[in-house]
């Protein structure tokens, strides 16, 4: 089965720019969906089809997809920015989505 | 706007079956654009997949949940279910109802509130 590498943590100051990183083979070829959730919630859609954000997502959330990597971008990083960070991708091979580990982000 | 509300026990003895129902409202689970599923996270973990079903009456499942998992649709009460058998401690999680959006790629854009499950006598 398709596998999603993310890293486990990922800190970054106030006012900066985060970068999530989402490794998977040739993952260039594969739609990339990044989720959001903050302690005691659901996951939220940031960013979907590896560029795309729903309706009320900031700008300062975009995505790209490139080679065997996957990032998720956040500029101008504020305190309620701080969450986990799941990247998901849909194998046509057994009909389910895959998610990466997640990636908490620590806003200093 | 669409809502996706899980209910059922909290608390199941080990052994047991664990039985949740999602309630959907603002959108009919019989529509060809979605499928309709459950998504699990342990305590302090990730996400993990645990079956979807498609209103033609398909369904797919994680494999190594799928000897104990079904899901079950109810299109006349709008109503998602869930039953894992043979529960066990490994099982204690927060239980997803999602939405998954069939558009353009396979993504969840809508997630329920969650419910947590415990296993324990």
Known sequence: ??????????SVATGKTARLTCAGNNIERKSVHWYQQKPGLAPVLVVY????????IPERF???????????TISRVGA??????YCQVWDSDTDQPVFGGGTKLTVL | QVQLQESG????????TLAL????????????DFFWGWIRQPPGRGLEFIGSTYYSG?????????????????TSRNHLSLRVT????ADTAIYYCARVSLTTDYYIDNWGRGTLVTVSS
């Open chain 1, 80 to 85: 309620g920015d701080e969450a986990d960070y």
């Open chain 2, 86 to 89: 043979s529960v066990t401690a």
């Open chain 2, 21 to 32: 129902t999602c309630t959907v409202s603002g959108d009919s689970i019989r529509g060809s």
């Open chain 2, 58 to 74: 398909s369904f797919s499942y994680n494999s190594s949940l799928e000897s104990r998992v079904a899901i079950s649709v109810d």
């Open chain 2, 9 to 16: 026990p909290g608390l199941v003895k080990p052994s047991e």
């Open chain 1, 49 to 56: 089809d590896d560029t795309d954000r729903p309706s009320g």
């Open chain 1, 1 to 10: 089965s398709y596998v999603l590498s993310q890293p486990p943590s990922v």
């Open chain 1, 62 to 72: 975009s995505g790209s997809n490139s080679g065997n990597t996957a990032t998720l």
